[in-house]
């Protein structure tokens, strides 16, 4: 059974008119249809699906959700799951289904929910599981800190999964898992399209689990996948790029066929909406413009927060997320202007809108002197990091400050104008070089290069690190994969797979892929010797440009335990909870035996390699130190030299004047 994460506060998509669909469709995806062949054989199915991520809310915040996707042909019959209830647990939780209350009771620190559901629950093949947590009646002043959380919900179904018969059925709204099989020996081409459209899944499917695996490992891992689950394939050809529907381990398959750039454009089309005009099983011709960049100015809106009201008395605050790629890129300092209106302030009441960011105060005012407000701040640079935490708390006292009166009377209430509210950036970097900078330093261009080894596992490490960092980028990455030269001497930030040592020292990486002694005994002691290979992932700064490095060393040239050290690495960035924004520092470092450890470079006793790159300097240094010196004894014999001069002109100046010598010197 496999665990797919499930993100709060996702809501159905809505349905467009056709006309309009089409017309959007026409000028960013192209399309040419072929005849259908016959449908497919239906994968067995699963006797429920379990979400691994949980939802949360807290005492009076509005519904919080999560998603599960149905599978065409299955019918939910039951939910099960528990909430947890952390803090003081007074009040009344609530659990809906689409809308519909399926649980209502009475607040405990654990709380079993079981209610069945239909197939009239469903809503675009999505489940939407809602959690309110209402608490207890209070005086106006009181606010409580207690959360409710929904974990490990599990879905029943009944019925048989039915198998897509056309491209666009391949892609319903949502799905559990998608796996890319890489093939034992992939052209160029080949690589370039399965990492791109791993990146392709992963934005258009957040909460699937995307897995890249050879494919010798596809049986294997299908067989724990539950229904629903699909398989991507990359396959070479010649002609013209298509696609085509066929079943793999008993699982829906969709194999996309093709060669050089067109392979890449089509597989990043797959994360388009738009492959549901797709109504029949084979399709020619798949292709899809790369979608604008964000700009530098973002409102709250565009951040995906459509309503934003604070009410009531005491502190409520409302939270809204803000990353650095929804820039377009790394920033070096953002300008906050927020905008809204409020109700007015009692006589003798207080209120105050004040404003964080990642918990430092940008700004705060006092609500009077009318019904708007505007609070404009700058962000400093220090106070940005990948991802960022925008707060807006109202703090109000009624009037004389009684609070002994029931909540509800006559409350604050703040209305921030999340369309005319901005965000604006200013391209630059904010953070010190390290695994902080990414995703946002690629913007949307991720160019990979292949160390030397196999082109099998680079694609997979490869394609496997681009779907981390896509779950933590805003827009749709741009992957495409460039000869190890090409990026070397180029100024573009870069991901460079299957490192070698002549690679990490051309790259002047900060851990070299050769032995290393020690780490200071102040952050972790970790020694590698002759006998302990050991694999590393890098983000490092080069030529002022920002480089991700995955390589592996290993005694004899063992490349057999240095290509398994760089595949366990990949798959930890990719399974670690919180993925890449759950890294820092700039070394991840791993052995055969043992959890990677998070490293600062600084941190470890200097290689000879990394010696070495400062060998001529420190011989320029040498020659600079002599020839100052030489420079010095030569002013001080021409100095010694006229000085003696001076004094036999002035002597023999004296003797003509008549004056004894000895006098003149006063001896």
């Given amino acids: 059974m496999t665990r797919t994460p499930a993100a709060p506060r996702t809501h159905p998509r809505t349905r467009l008119h056709a006309a309009a669909t089409i017309a959007a469709c026409a000028a960013t995806l192209a399309l040419t249809f072929t005849a259908a062949p016959g449908a497919l054989a239906a994968p067995s199915q699963g006797p429920g699906l379990q979400t691994s991520s949980s939802v949360s809310a807290l005492a009076g915040q509005a519904e919080q959700t999560l998603v599960a996707p149905v599978i065409v042909g299955l019918d939910p019959t039951r939910i099960r799951g528990t909430i947890v209830v952390s803090g003081k647990p007074e009040g009344t939780v609530r659990a809906t289904v689409n809308g519909r209350v399926v649980l209502e009771t009475s607040a405990a620190a654990s709380i079993p929910l079981e209610a069945e559901v239909t197939s009239a629950d469903v809503v675009n093949q999505q489940l939407i599981v809602g959690l309110q947590f209402l608490p207890a009646a209070q005086t106006m002043c009181v606010v409580s800190n207690a959360t409710a959380t929904l974990n490990n919900l599990v879905v029943d179904f009944s019925g048989t999964a039915k198998a897509p018969t056309t491209v666009g059925e391949f892609f319903p709204a949502s799905v559990p898992a998608v796996v890319l099989p890489v093939p034992a020996d992939p052209r160029e081409d080949v690589s370039a399209a399965i990492i791109t459209a791993a990146a392709a899944m992963s934005h258009r499917y957040p909460q699937a689990s995307v897995s890249v695996v050879p494919e010798a490992k596809l049986e294997a891992l299908a067989s724990s996948l539950t229904a629903g689950s699909r398989v991507l394939s990359v396959v070479p050809d010649q ?8 079943t793999a381990a008993g699982l829906p398959q969709l194999i996309l066929s093709g060669h050089d750039e067109q392979l890449r454009t089509a597989a990043r089309a797959l994360a388009s909406d738009k492959t549901a005009l797709a109504v029949t099983s084979s399709v020619t011709g798949l292709t899809s413009a790369l979608p604008a960049s964000p700009g530098l100015t973002q409102s709250l809106k565009d951040l995906g927060s459509t309503s934003l009201k604070l009410s009531g008395y005491g502190a409520p605050e409302s939270y809204v ?7 377009g890129g790394p920033v070096s300092s953002v300008k906050v202007q927020l905008k809204g209106t409020h109700t007015a302030v009692p006589d003798n009441a207080q209120a105050q809108l004040s404003v964080f960011w990642n918990d430092y105060l940008l700004s ?23 991802k960022n935490g925008l707060r807006i708390r109202l703090a109000a006292l009624p009037a004389g400050g009684d609070c002994s009166g029931p909540a509800g009377v006559m409350p604050m209430e703040v209305t921030v104008d999340t369309a005319g509210s901005t965000l ?7 953070t010190k070089a390290g695994f902080a900078r990414f995703p946002q330093a690629f913007g949307q261009s991720v160019p990979v290069a292949f160390g030397d080894g196999d082109a099998q596992a680079n694609t997979v490490n490869a394609a496997t690190l681009v779907t981390s960092l896509q779950r933590d980028n805003a827009s749709l990455l741009d992957t495409r994969v460039v000869s190890l030269d090409s990026l070397a001497g180029s100024s573009e930030s870069g991901l460079v797979v299957g490192a070698t040592a002549d690679v990490a020292n051309r790259l ?12 200071s005994p102040d952050d972790v002691e970790y020694g590698v010797g002759s006998s302990a290979p050991f694999g590393v992932l890098e983000a490092f700064e080069q030529g002022g440009r920002d480089v991700l490095l995955l390589g592996a060393w290993a005694p004899e040239n063992d490349t057999a335990a240095a290509a398994a050290l760089q595949e366990s690495l990949a798959s930890h960035v990719s399974g670690t909870e919180g993925g890449w924004a759950s890294l820092s520092r700039n070394l991840l470092v791993t052995q055969p035996s043992g959890t990677p450890v998070l490293l600062e470079s600084n941190a470890l006793v200097p290689q000879k390699a990394v010696t070495d790159d400062y060998r001529p300097y420190a011989w320029w240094i040498g020659g600079a130190v002599l020839v ?4 010095f004894a030569l002013r001080t014999l021409l100095r010694t030299r006229r000085a003696k001069e001076a004094r036999a002109y002035v002597d023999a100046e004296e003797q003509k004047a008549g004056k004894p010598a000895e006098q003149s010197h006063g001896n």
């Fill in 628 to 631: 100052l010196g030489l420079a």
């Fill in 364 to 386: 705060s005012r006092n609500l009077d002197g009318g019904d708007t407000f505007t609070v404009d701040a700058d962000i400093p640079a220090g106070q940005l990091q990948a």
């Fill in 321 to 327: 997320g803000v990353s650095q790629s929804q820039f």
């Fill in 508 to 519: 002047s990486a900060p851990l070299r892929l050769a032995e290393f002694r020690t780490i």
């Fill in 424 to 430: 604006t950036g200013i391209r630059g970097g904010s």
């Fill in 239 to 246: 002609g013209e790029t298509g696609t085509r529907l066929a």
